[in-house]
């Protein structure tokens, strides 16, 4: 009886939602008021449970109001906010791909506010086609003849296998049957556009004569998928592009190419692996190739489509296209961040991608030596603090097999393990996302930009102290 007597006093202790919500009156912005009110429930409700199964509690009112100060000031945080990716990998998929510098991203803010002329002719007022914006710079670019926008990769190969092979037979090497992040098959999206997908080769061979075997009245292309995400190596054989492409031509079958990544830059002059360009597909006869906006080009989440005017002209005419398309915030960065191509070889510091992909190891030097000057000489010795060199991958599956030169600021700490000055660097005021190596925790120079060598100083001598 006593037991149950102060089970029902402290029951009574609890406060209620409006005790909650008036002692943070004022403070609970950001978040819509029924999550709010969600939340405080599920707090009063776990300290109800903690009540009822017996346990003794001390101070019950005050443990429910410190409770929902910790929970009630992360929900009225943002979710996405800025991290400093130190992990070496430029076009990492996890911290949205390829990096946008702020000059890009305020002059596209000020293209589309309050409101823009994304499909309106402001000479003549006629309704105007998003797609317009960028075709041009495009087409320029890549020597295409036609190009068409939209949402991602997957998209555009979705969208190209509809419009010229629905319901017929499009035809791929078993070498090209190709998986990547999120479960992305190229035999899945073939089904899905409603082709029929015919095998030729092996997993390691194919040859010519295996194309020209299958191609019959009912075949609506051949696909060549790029193996962005890795290399078959050993006793393997690929067809060349310009043998496939005169096959094409000869059986008058149209030629696509998922080129994954797709460069438009020239990176011969730098660090970083040589990778065919988009340009280079299609004067090898390729009559449609789809890529990626937000990888080697340096722009957003997109899927930019280029080839034959024909052959575009029907994917624009899709009614899948409209589902697929991007939207007035995307067209407005992909057009600056195209803006920064003079050409292939002439590409402004604007694109923060390939500056970043392309910046010398002489340079992570500087950088690197700059921060530790500045970090506090007892750090140093404390956590064994040192600039070494390393290799990092361009990430996103777009060079695979292909190591760019690098530098890297190490800790081999005798107080702190790898793992725990990891997640020290990630809940600082602005994460620093790095990696373990060898049993040292490892931030790497490569993808961060220079303007951040201040903070990085700022946040060592935070996390470290």
Partial sequence: MNQSKGMQEALQQLPSVDDVLQRFEGKLKGAPHKLIIKTIRSIIQLQREHILSGEKLIDIQNSVYVAAETELTQLCQPNLKPVINGTGIVLHTGLGRAPISKEVLQQAIESIYPYT?????????????????????????TSSESSLIVNNNAAAVLLMLNSVAEGKDVIISRGQQIEIGGSFRIPDVIEKSACNMVEVGATNKTHLKDYESAINKNTGAILVAHTSNYKVIGFTKDVELTELSALAKRKRVPLLVDLGSGA?????????PSRATVSSYLKAG????????????????AGIICGKKSLLKKMHQNGLYRALRCDKLTFAILEKVLRTYSSPKDITTNNLAVQLLSRDRSDLVKMGKSILAKVEKSHIEKHQIKLVESKVEAGSGSLPTEKIPSMAITF??????????????????????????????????????????????????EVLR
């Fill in 117 to 141: 002329n994304i499909e309106l002719q402001v000479n003549s007022g006629k309704r105007g086609e998003r797609n317009h914006h960028v075709e041009t710079l495009i087409n320029s670019l």
């Fill in 264 to 272: 438009i830059a020239d990176f011969s002059n730098s660090d970083m």
């Fill in 286 to 301: 390729v009559h449609a190739v789809c890529f990626s906006g937000d990888k080697l080009l340096g722009g957003p989440q």
């Fill in 412 to 461: 081999s700490s005798s107080s702190l393990k790898p793992a725990e000055l990891s997640a020290l660097f990630r809940m600082s005021s602005l994460p620093i996302l790095g990696y373990i190596h060898a049993n040292e925790f490892r931030i790497d120079l490569k993808a961060i930009p220079s303007d951040l060598t201040q903070v990085c100083i700022e946040t060592f001598n």
